[in-house]
């Protein structure tokens, strides 16, 4: 018995039966999802930073956090970030214990005091001399960046329209398999996908890239914006 390929994604044959133009007249149809996406440069990168301090009392940690996170500041303003793109979360404490195997108690040693500074660079270019920094001043912690595009709208306009285009290929490759062509679009629906962050690329591992200075090891890729739709199209006698 012979039996059909699959066609790349999941695909369906049907009738309809409910409601519209072919279904009234109980046109055949072929459906098929498509996949289309489209990639960019990012030019923001958002980043994270922790500035943590154990002390035996929360004064002493809130003031040592307190001069981390103004250094912080002081740094994404020297680069060039305006104050609505510096963000700092509020004050976190909590008691630091320590067990104590003889015992078998949690002995304390006194507080865990941290806070988060949020950034959101948009010269792509000055990535790595401010993360470089950043982790100069004495940061205890330290995200990946999160890489965007200010192109998103028009990405996903340009993804759209290809996974259209791959749902319509894919409909008139079943369509010619059945001995039939494909007639008129009779309904499409979408369903997008965030944008997919590329990783970070760090310091090369090669010989000759050892002298790189850290800030000049920081690489963004490219950002990608995935769309998806479904496509439902009349199924005509060749």
């Given at each position: 018995?012979?039996?059909?390929?699959?066609?790349?994604?999941f695909?369906?044959?049907?009738?309809?039966?409910?409601?519209?133009?072919?279904?009234?007249?109980?046109?055949?149809t072929?459906?098929?999802?498509?996949?289309?996406?489209?990639?960019?440069?990012?030019?923001?990168?958002?980043?994270?930073?922790?500035?943590t301090?154990?002390?035996?009392?929360?004064?002493?940690?809130?003031?040592e956090?307190?001069?981390?996170?103004?250094?912080?500041?002081?740094?994404?303003?020297?680069?060039?970030?305006?104050?609505?793109?510096?963000?700092?979360?509020?004050?976190?404490?909590?008691?630091?214990?320590?067990?104590?195997?003889?015992?078998?108690?949690?002995?304390d040693?006194?507080?865990?005091?941290?806070?988060?500074?949020?950034?959101?660079?948009?010269?792509?270019?000055?990535?790595?001399?401010?993360?470089?920094?950043a982790?100069?001043?004495?940061?205890?912690?330290?995200?990946?960046?999160?890489?965007?595009?200010?192109?998103?709208?028009?990405l996903?306009?340009?993804a759209?329209?290809?996974?259209?285009?791959?749902?319509?290929?894919?409909?008139?490759?079943?369509?010619?398999?059945?001995?039939?062509?494909?007639?008129p679009?009779?309904?499409?629906?979408?369903?997008?996908?965030p944008?997919?962050?590329?990783?970070?690329?760090?310091?090369?591992?090669?010989?000759?890239?050892?002298?790189?200075?850290?800030?000049?090891?920081?690489?963004?890729?490219?950002?990608?914006?995935?769309?998806?739709?479904?496509?439902?199209f009349?199924?005509?006698?060749?």
């Open positions: 018995m012979l039996r059909a390929p699959v066609i790349g994604c695909c369906i044959l049907a009738f309809l039966l409910g409601s519209g133009s072919a279904a009234a007249t109980g046109q055949a072929v459906t098929a999802a498509g996949t289309g996406w489209a990639e960019t440069e990012p030019d923001i990168a958002r980043l994270r930073f922790g500035v301090a154990r002390t035996p009392t929360v004064a002493e940690g809130r003031d956090v307190a001069r981390g996170v103004a250094r912080l500041i002081a740094l994404a303003r020297d680069t060039g970030l305006a104050d609505e793109h510096i963000a700092t979360a509020v004050l976190s404490v909590r008691p630091d214990r320590e067990y104590d195997p003889e015992t078998r108690t949690q002995r040693k006194g507080y865990v005091v941290s806070r988060e500074v949020r950034l959101k660079l948009t010269d792509i270019g000055r990535l790595g001399e401010l993360i470089e920094a982790l100069g001043l004495g940061v205890t912690e330290a995200s990946p960046p999160v890489f965007e595009s200010s192109r998103r709208d028009a996903a306009a340009e759209l329209a290809a996974a259209a285009r791959d749902a319509r290929m894919r409909a008139a490759a079943m369509a010619e398999a059945l001995d039939g062509r494909l007639g679009p009779v309904s499409l629906r979408s369903g997008g996908a944008p997919q962050p590329r990783p970070m690329m760090m310091r090369s591992a090669s010989a000759e890239a050892d002298d790189i200075p850290g800030e000049q090891t920081y690489q963004a890729g490219l950002v990608r914006v995935t769309e998806s739709v479904v496509a439902t009349e199924l005509r006698a060749p």
